[in-house]
């Protein structure tokens, strides 16, 4: 009976939707992060009677067929590109980024990662690396003088010192654009590495190039919307419970038939 394996494909596709649902709900408060959504096909077909096949001797077509569907897969988890709303903090090297753009950052490997998190920090050296500790691309280092850091929206970092009356321009930071930010991949961390499927990122100035600009003394929040997703919570559960009624009932119908005598 393919009812079983139907339902039971089912049963786990909405427990991978749940789990989606579970990781944005997770990340609430997590800086920058964008919710995701898991996104299904279909799987392939039992032709019992293709359509247009030929059914009786003067050539009568089935305008139908008898299909048979398997089932069900999961096809993708997206992320869902919203920007999420601004919250003020006045950190001297919080960031947010209106518009499209992440920042890019060098990993111990030696590769580029990129992130929408601004929540930046100053490291032992003085230079402004991530909350893990990953240096910003291009490196800036700060002067242990330095009592202020003001950064403009085009990503100019100044410092501001007691025996100056003009800010000392430290450096500039960019943006990095992809063709297809969905095709970046999530390493956790609020981190992405680029894929063949993102395309090579677009390296330019904010506000050059289609990227977007700073915002200084703010933080991108998450952008997940709660109400939605325990809405989405809700509609998960109930295809799970309907597709475990499913095999309930094929195993009675099982049961049935074994019983005849």
Same mark, same amino acid.
């Given at each position: 009976m393919r009812a079983l394996q139907i339902a039971a494909t089912g049963m786990s596709a909405q427990?991978?939707?749940?789990?989606? =649902?579970?990781?944005?709900?997770?990340?609430?408060? %997590?800086?920058?992060? $964008?919710?995701?959504?898991?996104?299904?096909?279909?799987?392939?077909?039992?032709?019992?009677?293709?359509?247009?096949?030929? %059914?009786?001797?003067?050539?009568?077509?089935?305008?139908?067929?008898?299909?048979?569907?398997?089932?069900?897969?999961?096809?993708?988890? %997206?992320?869902?590109?919203?920007?999420?709303?601004?919250?003020?903090?006045?950190?001297?090297?919080?960031?947010? =980024?209106?518009?499209?753009?992440?920042?890019?950052?060098?990993?111990?490997?030696?590769?580029?990662?990129?992130?929408?998190?601004?929540?930046?920090?100053?490291?032992?050296?003085?230079? =402004?690396?991530?909350?893990?500790?990953?240096?910003?691309?291009?490196e800036i280092t700060i002067p242990e003088d330095a009592y202020k850091i003001a950064i $403009?929206?085009?990503?100019?970092?100044?410092? !501001? !010192?007691?025996?100056?009356?003009?800010?000392?321009?430290?450096?500039?930071? %960019?943006?990095?654009?992809f063709v297809n930010e969905k095709g970046l991949e999530a390493i956790g961390s609020n981190l992405f590495l680029e894929t063949g499927a993102s395309g090579s990122p677009r390296v330019a100035t904010p506000g050059q190039e289609g990227l977007g600009t700073l915002l200084h003394g703010y933080l991108e929040e998450s952008s997940v919307d709660a109400v939605r997703e325990i809405t989405e919570l809700i509609k998960a559960q109930r295809g799970y419970e309907l597709n475990a009624k499913v095999i309930t009932a094929a195993d009675q119908m099982l049961g049935a038939t074994v019983q005849v005598r």
């Open positions: 427990q991978t939707r749940v789990e989606v =649902i579970s990781n944005n709900l997770a990340n609430m408060s %997590t800086t920058g992060y $964008n919710s995701r959504r898991a996104e299904f096909a279909d799987l392939h077909y039992q032709q019992a009677v293709r359509p247009g096949s030929v %059914t009786a001797a003067d050539g009568t077509l089935v305008p139908a067929g008898v299909q048979l569907g398997l089932g069900v897969r999961p096809t993708a988890v %997206t992320v869902n590109l919203a920007q999420g709303p601004m919250a003020e903090t006045n950190g001297d090297l919080d960031v947010a =980024i209106e518009g499209n753009g992440y920042l890019e950052v060098r990993l111990p490997s030696g590769l580029s990662a990129y992130t929408r998190d601004g929540g930046l920090k100053r490291s032992p050296d003085g230079l =402004i690396v991530t909350s893990n500790g990953h240096p910003v691309a291009p $403009n929206a085009g990503g100019e970092v100044y410092a !501001f !010192f007691d025996d100056q009356t003009e800010p000392e321009l430290l450096g500039q930071f %960019t943006l990095a654009g």
